[in-house]
């Protein structure tokens, strides 16, 4: 049985997928395409626009947005044109500037943040 990966996208698109969010990789035998499992759905991604690990994500996922991309939901108003996303809730936060770690607000954990790969 193959480990278990993760994947996130690695840029915004029709794609449907959150960005800065982890997914679990349920096939990834295909040599394009990479099955991943959203909300219980299996969902076909073209390899190309992915990040795939190998193990567990354990840092934030920060993403930066173009400055003239507005927010997309009314309640993600109060984030910054880059913010971070939960490696274990997926909740959205705005992160302080070169801050090594930050607190979740949501599920309390506390994470590295990965500014060396943002999406």
């Not at 996130?8 to 029709?14: E, I």
């Not at 759905?41 to 390899?47: I, L, P, S």
């Not at 992915?50 to 927010?71: F, G, M």
Request: charged letters at 25%.
């Amino acid at each position: 049985m193959e480990p278990k990966q993760w994947a996130r996208v690695r840029q915004a698109g029709a794609h449907g997928l959150r960005r800065g969010a982890w997914y679990a990789v349920v096939n990834a035998s295909k040599p394009t395409i990479v099955f991943l499992d959203v909300n219980r759905r299996n969902v076909a991604m073209d390899r190309s626009l992915l990040d795939i690990q190998p193990a567990v994500p354990s840092k934030w996922s920060v993403v930066a947005l173009p400055e003239r991309q507005p927010p997309r939901r009314s309640d993600w108003v109060d984030l910054e044109a880059t913010y971070g996303v939960c490696p274990q809730c997926r909740a959205r936060a705005n992160l302080a500037a070169g801050a090594a770690d930050a607190r979740c607000e949501h599920c309390g954990g506390q994470f590295a943040i990965d500014w060396d790969h943002p999406c």
